[in-house]
């Protein structure tokens, strides 16, 4: 059976940091590219982040390049994502996932070719 498990959400101000991790099991986690999205219930979702299986190639959605990073480590199966300069906007539901394939595509922010989904993490950015 596939899991994938996100912790690390909470409430902050805004200008600080988080790091959001994801652990699985049950898949060969080096097959599957992995991605984070975010989604706030008056918003649809849209992707943050997506690391193909090496880690080698990355992308980010524009709004938060240059302050999140997201890294893996095939050996512990996980991924994570950290989150500098939080702002309000950022506030959200972040659900880690695992795409059906080992990279990222061009349209892998609309979340179609992920086929594993975390319940979420919850980050919550106010003053």
């Known amino acids: 059976q596939v899991e994938v498990v996100e912790s690390g959400g909470g409430s902050v101000q805004p200008g600080t940091s988080l790091t959001l991790s994801c652990i699985t099991s049950?898949?060969?986690?080096?097959?599957?590219?992995m991605g984070w999205f975010r989604q706030d219930p008056e918003k649809q979702r849209e992707g943050v982040a997506c690391?193909?299986?090496?880690?080698?190639?990355?992308a980010y959605d524009d709004s938060v390049k240059g302050r999140f990073t997201i890294s893996r480590d095939n050996a512990k199966s996980t991924v994570t994502l950290k989150m500098n300069s939080l702002k309000a906007a950022d506030t959200a539901m972040y659900h880690c996932?695992?795409?059906?394939?080992?990279?990222?595509?061009?349209?892998?922010?609309?979340?179609?070719?992920?086929?594993?989904w975390g319940q979420g993490a919850r980050v919550a950015v106010s003053s």
């Open positions: 049950g898949l060969s986690f080096d097959d599957h590219a």
């Open positions: 996932a695992a795409a059906r394939y080992e990279d990222c595509s061009g349209s892998w922010f609309r979340g179609y070719n992920f086929g594993r």
């Open positions: 690391i193909n299986w090496s880690g080698q190639r990355i």
